[in-house]
C-alpha cells in the first residue's frame, strides 16, 4: 500500500454517510479489481476519485452493486469532467452515439439501452451525493436521459418493423401520399423534467391518422401490407418491450401507460382524431391536470405540437375557470380517504398531509382556473409555474416562498431516500440508523444520530404544515372567487420617444426609435390597426428587455423588423408576440446575435417554423436522424431541379437550426462544429446520389454503370470541425476494374460528368444563395491537375512528387462519401504516404518554415488585425503542432491516425507524448479561438479571421462571447487580455514541439 494512503483512505470513510456501509462496500469492489496497484495508484494519487468512491459506496447501495456488476464504469467515475457536468439532451444523444459506435440501432440495442442507463445513473447519483447539483438539475438530467432512451428505442422499433411492414402511409384531402408520423409523449414527472431515481415515465403514444395502411419502398421491399393503426400498435407493444422489459440486465425505465384514453384497457396507441374524439366526449379534470405535464418526449415535434393544439380548448378553458376549485376539493378527497383506507403514513413524503402532491394541486389549481387566460401559468415544472403563479399576484410572496422552500426540501427527501436502495418508496425510514444517515444527505449537522434525526423530523414536519395550511386556506368555500381579483393587469407605455429607451444602450437611438414607430404603424401610408397598436404596446417593454440583452441592441431591432416586413405579417406577428413573449425574446436574441442567421430568416422568412417548434431546436441530430430527414425533403418530387432546390433548402434550415442552437447555449462549439460537419457530409452523400441517379438515367442501354467513385474530405471537412461559411475541402477518386470493360464511355469522363453535377448541387448560386463553395486544390497538381484521379495516379504523384506540405494535408482525409471500399482502399494507400517509420529533420525544418511563411505572406496582421488563425499563436499554431507529432509518431502508433485536432490531442495526451497539462491549456485555448473564429462568422463580421479594430465591433464580441461588464472600455480590455495571453501559451507550445523534435531527429 501507499504510503500515507491509509490516512487518507481512513480520513475519507470516517466523514462518509455511513462508514461501515462504505468500508464493507469497499472491500466488495476491491475483489472485482485484478490489478489492485492500478487501483490504489489512482486513488493515491485523486483525492478527488476516492472521495467519490467512498460517499457512492457510503450514500447508495443500488448503485454501489450497478459498480459491481461492471467495474469498468469506474474509470467513468475517475473523469472529474464527466462528474462535475449535468448533461443537456443533446449531450445525452451524443453521449450515446459515442457510446454505442457501429452498434447504433442493431440488435444490441435493448441491452445497450440499460448499459448506458446505469452508467449514467452513476454520473446523476454520484452529482447528488456530492452536492454538485440540485433537485431541478437531477430531474432534468434524468428526464433528459428517459428522452434519450426513448428515442433511440422509438428509432430501433421503428426500423423493426419497417422492415417487415413497409412505411406507413395516408392521403390527406387528396392530396400525394404523406407518411404517417408517430410521437411519444411524456406525462406526469417525465412530461415536467422532474423524474425522481425510481419513477415510472408516464406514457401516451399518438399517430397521425388510422386512415392509412403500409407500403414497401425502395429501402423496404417485400413487406406485408397491414393498416396505419396495426403497423403502430406493433410498434408502440416493441418499443414498450424495449424499454420496459426485465433482463438479465435489468429495465431502461417502467412504463405506464394508464393516463392514455380510456385508460388500462384501451388501445396502446390512439390518432389525432381517436384523441380529439376522447378528450371532448369523455375527458374529465384528472385528464386536464394529466396533460397540463403533457410534452414531446421522442419521436415527431410536429405531431405533438398538433396534438396540444388541439388539445389547448380541453385543457384551459377560454374563460376563468372556477368550477375546477369545486372538482379538485372533491378529487383530494378521494384521494385522502383512498391514503385512510390504504393506512398511508404521514410521513409518506409524496401522499401524505402537506406532500409533493399538494404542492403539486395548489399549483394545478391556478393553472386550471386561470391558464385559458394567462398562458404565462401553463407548463409541466412545478416550480416555473409556481413563480409564474406569484409573479402574477395570485399568491402572496411569503406563501410563495414557503412553498417552493416546502417542495424543494420535499423532493430532495424523495431523491436521497429513493437513490439509497432503488426502491420506489415515498415514506420516511423509520430504521434510526437509515434516517440519521439520510439526514446527513440532506445536509443536516448533528453530534450525534438522536440529534440528526430530531432536527430533520422537525424540518420535514415544519416544512408540511407550511403547506397543508396553504393547501387547506385555497379550498375554503368562497374564496374561489376571490382569487379572480389577483389577475395582474398590464401596464401600458403610450409615448415613444429616448426617454422610453434609454436604459436599453441603443448604439444609436435615432435609429431605434425609427424601427420602432415602423413597428408600431406598420408602413407609410397604411391604415392604422389599433389592435396591433395595442399589442405593440403591450410587448414593449418585452422588446426593450429583449434588445438590451442582445449582443447588438440595434441589430436586434433592425433585423426584427426588416424579418417583420419581408413576412408581410405584421399584425400577426404583433399578435403572436402578444400571446407568446418567449418566442419574441428568442427573436430578439437570435436577431442581436447574429446578422448570418438574421440574414437567412429575412430572405425566407418561411423558416420562421424551425424556431416556432422550439423543441426541435432542444434535439440533437445524429448524421442516421439527418440522412432520414434530407430524404424524405428531396423525395417530395421526382423533378431534378426541384430536387435540388429541396436539398439546397434543408441544409439553410439545418445551418439556421444549428446557428441557433449555438446562440441560445444549447450546444457549445464542440457539438456545434460536429453539428456543421455532420450536415456538410449528409449533403455531399445526397448530391452525390442524385448525381449518380441523374447520370445512369442518361445510359439506360449500359448493363453497368461505374461505381467505385470517392469523395474524400480534406482540411476541416475531413477533422469534422467545419464552421459557418466554411468551404469544403473535396478530393474526387476513382479504382477501375474488369466490368468498366463494359461501359462504352470514358470512365474517367463519367466521374468527371459526376463531379460537375455535384458542383452544380452544392456550389452553383441561385436567387437562395449556394450551399458549399467546393475547394479542390489538394489534389495533385493543384489547380491545374485533372479534377478527378485514379488511386494509381495518386499513389505515383505520392511516391515521386508529392512534397511535404501535401503529407501533412493528408493527416486530415476522411472518406466522405461515394463507394465504401473505394473510399477505405485509397486512405490505406495515403496512411502508408503519410505515416512513415521517421519523420526526417528536413521535413520538420520544412514545415517550421511553411508556417512562418504563412504567417507572414497571409495572416497580415500589421494591415488587417489580429488573425486568429493564421497569426501569431493562432489556430495553425495548435494544427501545425498536432498534425507534425501525428507524423512523427502515426507510423508507429495507429492510434494517432485522428482526422480531428482534439481526439488527436487527446491520443497524444493519453500515449504521454505531450504533457498532459499542456493537453488541457491547448485544448482550452483551441476551443477559446475557434469559438472566437465562430462569432466572428456568425455575427458577419470577418470571414478572414481577422479581428477587428473598431471598439464597438470588438464589445459587441466579446458580449457575444458572455464578457459582462457595465463599462465597454474593461469589457474589451478584458477580452483582448484574453486573447494575448492564449495566443502567446499557443505559440510557446508550438515552439517547444518543433525545438523538441528538431532536437530528437539530430
Known amino acids: 500500500m501507499f504510503p500515507g494512503f491509509i490516512k487518507s483512505f481512513i480520513k475519507t470513510i470516517g466523514s462518509s454517510y455511513n462508514p461501515d456501509l462504505a468500508l464493507n462496500n469497499f472491500e466488495r469492489f476491491t475483489e472485482t479489481i485484478e490489478d489492485k496497484n492500478y487501483l490504489y495508484t489512482i486513488l493515491y494519487n485523486s483525492q478527488e476519485t476516492l472521495k467519490s468512491l467512498i460517499v457512492l459506496f457510503s450514500g447508495s447501495q443500488i448503485l454501489t452493486d450497478t459498480l459491481l456488476s461492471d467495474p469498468s464504469f469506474f474509470e467513468w467515475i475517475n473523469n472529474s469532467e464527466i462528474i462535475n457536468n449535468s448533461r443537456s439532451k443533446d449531450e445525452f444523444m451524443r453521449a450515446y452515439y459515442e457510446f454505442s459506435g457501429e452498434q447504433y440501432l442493431d440488435i444490441n440495442t435493448p441491452e445497450l439501452l440499460r448499459k448506458f442507463k446505469k452508467r449514467e445513473y452513476i454520473r446523476i447519483g454520484l452529482r447528488d451525493l456530492l452536492d454538485k447539483t440540485d433537485f431541478e438539475e437531477t430531474g432534468r438530467d434524468l428526464s433528459c436521459l428517459a428522452d434519450l432512451s426513448l428515442q433511440v428505442a422509438y428509432e430501433y422499433a421503428e426500423k423493426k418493423i419497417k422492415e417487415k411492414y413497409g412505411v406507413p402511409y395516408y392521403k390527406k384531402n387528396k392530396e400525394q401520399l404523406k407518411e404517417i408520423e408517430f410521437s411519444i409523449l411524456g406525462m406526469g414527472k417525465l412530461g415536467g423534467l422532474e423524474l425522481n431515481y425510481s419513477s415510472d415515465i408516464d406514457l401516451i403514444y399518438i399517430y397521425t391518422s388510422s386512415n392509412g395502411e403500409t407500403q414497401e419502398t425502395e429501402n423496404y421491399p417485400d413487406t406485408i401490407n397491414i393498416s396505419s393503426h ?120 409524496k401522499l401524505g398531509k402537506g406532500g409533493i402532491r399538494e404542492v403539486e394541486f395548489t399549483v394545478q389549481t391556478f393553472q386550471l382556473i386561470f391558464g385559458g387566460r394567462e398562458k404565462r401559468v401553463r407548463g409541466g415544472n412545478t416550480i416555473k409555474a409556481l413563480k409564474s403563479i406569484y409573479k402574477l399576484n395570485f399568491i402572496e410572496e411569503i406563501e410563495y416562498k414557503k412553498l417552493k422552500k416546502a417542495y424543494i426540501f420535499l423532493r430532495n427527501l424523495e431523491n436521497m431516500v429513493q437513490i439509497s436502495f432503488g426502491l420506489q418508496t415515498h415514506d420516511l425510514p423509520e430504521d434510526r440508523l437509515l434516517l440519521g444517515v439520510l439526514a446527513l444527505k440532506m445536509n443536516i449537522n448533528g453530534n450525534s444520530i438522536e440529534e440528526l434525526t430530531e432536527k430533520l423530523n422537525n424540518e420535514f414536519s415544519d416544512h408540511t ?87 447588438m441592441a440595434n441589430a436586434a431591432l433592425e433585423n426584427l423588423v426588416k424579418f417583420i416586413e419581408s413576412s408581410k405579417s405584421r399584425e400577426s406577428f404583433l399578435g403572436l408576440f402578444s400571446e407568446n413573449k418567449n418566442f419574441l425574446k428568442l427573436l430578439l436574441k437570435i436577431f442581436g446575435s447574429s446578422n448570418l442567421i438574421s440574414d437567412i430568416l429575412i430572405k425566407q422568412p418561411g423558416l420562421i417554423d424551425i424556431i416556432e417548434d422550439t423543441e426541435s431546436i432542444y434535439r440533437f441530430k445524429n448524421k442516421t436522424n439527418l440522412n432520414k430527414e434530407i430524404k424524405k425533403n428531396i423525395n417530395i418530387s421526382n423533378n431534378f431541379e426541384e430536387k435540388k432546390n429541396n436539398l439546397r433548402r434543408f ?100 466521374y468527371t460528368k459526376i463531379y460537375q453535377l455535384l458542383h452544380e448541387l452544392t456550389s452553383q448560386v441561385t436567387s437562395s444563395g449556394y450551399a458549399y463553395k467546393i475547394d479542390s486544390d489538394l489534389r495533385p497538381e493543384g489547380k491545374s491537375g485533372l479534377m478527378v484521379n485514379s488511386i494509381k495516379s495518386y499513389e505515383e504523384y505520392y511516391r515521386v512528387r508529392a512534397r511535404t506540405w501535401e503529407q501533412q494535408s493528408m493527416v486530415r482525409a476522411r472518406f466522405i462519401a461515394g463507394n465504401q471500399q473505394t473510399g477505405k482502399n485509397f486512405i490505406n494507400m495515403v496512411n502508408s504516404f503519410t505515416y512513415r517509420p521517421k519523420l526526417e529533420y528536413e521535413s520538420i525544418i520544412e514545415i517550421s518554415r511553411s508556417r512562418e511563411k504563412i504567417e507572414q505572406d497571409l495572416a497580415e496582421e500589421a494591415t488587417k488585425g489580429k488573425n486568429i488563425k493564421l497569426g501569431y499563436g493562432g489556430l495553425a499554431d495548435i494544427e501545425f503542432s498536432v498534425q507534425i507529432l501525428q507524423m512523427m509518431h502515426g507510423g508507429k502508433n495507429s492510434r494517432l491516425r485522428e482526422t480531428n485536432t482534439l481526439c488527436a490531442l487527446a491520443q497524444l495526451d493519453a500515449l504521454g507524448i505531450i504533457d498532459h497539462e499542456d493537453s488541457k491549456n491547448i485544448k482550452k485555448n483551441y476551443l477559446f479561438l475557434r469559438n472566437l473564429e465562430c462569432s466572428l462568422r456568425i455575427q458577419n463580421i470577418s470571414l478572414m479571421n481577422h479581428l477587428p479594430k473598431e471598439q464597438e465591433k470588438l464589445l459587441i464580441l466579446a458580449r457575444f462571447l458572455k464578457y459582462s461588464g457595465e463599462n465597454p472600455i474593461v469589457i474589451v480590455r478584458k477580452f483582448m487580455n484574453e486573447y494575448d495571453q492564449s495566443t502567446k501559451e499557443i505559440r510557446i507550445f508550438y515552439r517547444k514541439t518543433i525545438d523538441n523534435l528538431l532536437r530528437n531527429a539530430l
Not at 464542440?670 to 457530409?681: F, I
Open 230 to 349: 396495426e403497423y403502430f400498435t406493433k410498434l408502440a407493444e416493441l418499443l414498450t418491450k424495449t424499454i420496459d422489459e426485465i433482463t438479465s440486465d435489468g429495465n431502461v425505465f417502467r412504463v405506464d401507460l394508464n393516463l392514455r384514453p380510456e385508460g388500462a384497457t384501451g388501445p396502446i396507441v390512439n390518432s389525432l382524431e381517436s384523441c380529439e374524439i376522447y378528450y371532448q366526449s369523455w375527458g374529465r379534470l384528472w385528464e386536464r391536470q394529466a396533460l397540463m405535464k403533457a410534452r414531446v418526449s421522442a419521436g415527431s415535434e410536429s405531431l405533438g405540437k398538433l396534438f396540444f393544439s388541439m388539445m389547448e380548448p380541453f385543457v384551459y378553458r377560454k374563460n376563468i375557470d372556477f368550477s375546477a376549485v369545486k372538482e379538485i376539493t372533491s378529487m383530494k378527497e378521494k384521494i385522502n380517504q383512498n391514503i385512510q383506507r390504504k393506512n398511508i403514513s404521514r410521513r409518506n413524503i
Open 465 to 551: 404544515q407550511s403547506v397543508s395550511n396553504i393547501f387547506s386556506a385555497l379550498f375554503k368555500k368562497e374564496q374561489d372567487r376571490k382569487l379572480g381579483n389577483k389577475i395582474r393587469k398590464i401596464a401600458e407605455i403610450r409615448t415613444l420617444n429616448e426617454e422610453v429607451i434609454e436604459r436599453v444602450f441603443f448604439e444609436n437611438n435615432k435609429n431605434a426609435l425609427r424601427f420602432l414607430k415602423i413597428l408600431r404603424d406598420g408602413p407609410k401610408f397604411s391604415r392604422i390597426n389599433e389592435k396591433s397598436v395595442d399589442n405593440f404596446y403591450r410587448i414593449l417593454p418585452k422588446i426593450l428587455d429583449g434588445c438590451r440583452e442582445a449582443p
Open 651 to 750: 441544409k439553410q434550415g439545418e445551418e439556421l437550426r444549428i446557428g441557433i442552437r449555438y446562440i441560445i447555449g444549447e450546444a457549445d462549439i464542440e457539438g456545434t462544429l460536429k453539428d456543421l460537419s455532420s450536415l456538410a457530409e449528409t449533403h455531399i452523400e445526397n448530391a452525390y446520389q442524385l448525381a449518380l441517379t441523374k447520370l445512369s438515367a442518361q445510359y439506360p442501354s449500359e448493363r453497368i454503370i461505374p461505381n467505385n467513385f470517392a469523395i474524400i474530405g480534406m482540411g476541416k471537412i475531413g477533422g469534422n470541425e467545419i464552421n459557418f461559411k466554411s468551404d469544403l475541402d473535396l478530393i474526387f477518386v476513382y479504382e477501375t476494374n474488369k466490368d468498366d470493360s463494359l461501359f462504352s464511355d470514358n470512365v474517367v469522363l463519367f
